[in-house]
């Protein structure tokens, strides 16, 4: 696995060896050595949306159950959307997006980041690993329609889940 890119506040673009043969496809989607030698893995969450417009997060859980979060899309397209709400961070409300598109491409989000995200095509499988179990009592969340994030979005009236609709602004 290699590290093709670094983005503003220590996010990672991770690229997955691939071998193709007559029978198809290979690809090491995690490997415990470099670049993720730190990165100890507690969920792998396999999302299905079948539609596009769907829009999940912005998520985060706070305190000492903050998260990294590892995604890629299995199948289909989505636009990546996070947020430092980390108020000791150098990056604080530091936003972006990121539009992943192929199961080879990986995004690495740091802890103390609120992560989203839209689905750009219908049948949209997202593959993301965490390296913290998941505590409902400690969920944060941002509102899509923050005006930290809002302009990332490529998708005007997004299918939002009722917990995601009632998130501050
Ligand atoms: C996230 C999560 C959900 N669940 C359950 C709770 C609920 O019944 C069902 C669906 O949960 P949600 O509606 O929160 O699922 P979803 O909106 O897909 O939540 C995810 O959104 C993206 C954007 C993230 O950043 C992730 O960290 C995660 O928060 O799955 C777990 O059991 N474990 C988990 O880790």
Redesign the pocket.
């Known amino acids: 696995m290699k590290i093709l890119k670094e983005l503003p506040g220590g996010i990672l673009l991770i690229e997955s060896p691939r071998f193709q043969d007559e029978r198809g496809g290979f690809m090491k989607l995690f490997n415990h050595d470099t670049p993720l030698h730190k990165y100890a893995i507690a ?1 792998v ?1 396999y ?1 299905q949306n079948r539609e596009s417009g769907i829009l ?6 706070k305190g000492g159950f903050a ?1 990294s ?1 590892f ?1 890629r899309v299995l199948t289909g397209q989505i636009n990546l959307v996070y947020l430092d709400v980390n108020p000791e961070s150098t990056t604080y409300q530091l936003s972006g997006s990121y539009i992943l598109d192929q199961a080879q491409l990986g995004l690495l989000i740091p802890e103390g980041f ?4 839209e689905v750009l095509t219908p049948h949209t499988d ?1 593959l ?1 690993y ?1 390296n913290k ?2 505590h ?1 009592e400690a ?1 944060g969340g941002v509102n899509w329609q923050h005006p930290l994030v809002v302009n990332h979005w490529k998708t005007n009236m997004p299918i939002v ?1 009722e ?2 609709k009632n998130w501050p602004l």
Not at 114 to 117: D, K
């Open positions: 969920q969450n999302v999940r997060g912005l998520h985060f859980q998260e979060k995604f609120a992560t989203g995200y997202v993301y965490s179990d998941y409902p969920e889940s917990k995601d």
